[in-house]
């Protein structure tokens, strides 16, 4: 046997070329656009939303805010009286 290879013999595919054919790959590269709209718009908000409630600063400028007081005083009362009194009523017919 000679140690050169035959005139219709190929080469080993390289590592690259093999990964470019796999299913994996293809199955990544159709599903990066979505992955990369999902961190976008989900992921990054998320975290953003968590890293801002770490803050107690924001606490600090929320509660010493008249507006919010108010807007939680409204709200108590609606969960108090409203709704009960519309459970009430509903319970009755």
């Known amino acids: 046997?000679?140690?050169t290879p035959r005139a219709g013999a190929?080469?080993?595919p390289t590592r690259v070329a093999r990964l470019l054919r796999s299913r994996?790959?293809?199955g990544f590269l159709f599903t990066a656009p979505l992955l990369f709209l999902f961190a976008a718009f989900v992921i990054y908000p998320m975290a953003?939303?968590?890293w801002y409630a770490l803050d107690a600063d924001s606490y600090r400028a929320l509660f010493a805010d008249p507006t919010f007081r108010a807007t939680l005083v409204n709200t108590l009362w609606y969960v108090g009286f409203a709704v009960n009194v519309k459970l009430v009523l509903a319970l009755l017919l």
Request: cysteine-free; overall charge positive; glycine content about 8%.
């Open 10 to 12: 190929r080469r080993a």
């Open 1 to 3: 046997m000679s140690p």
């Open 24 to 26: 994996t790959t293809h």
């Open 48 to 50: 953003f939303g968590v």
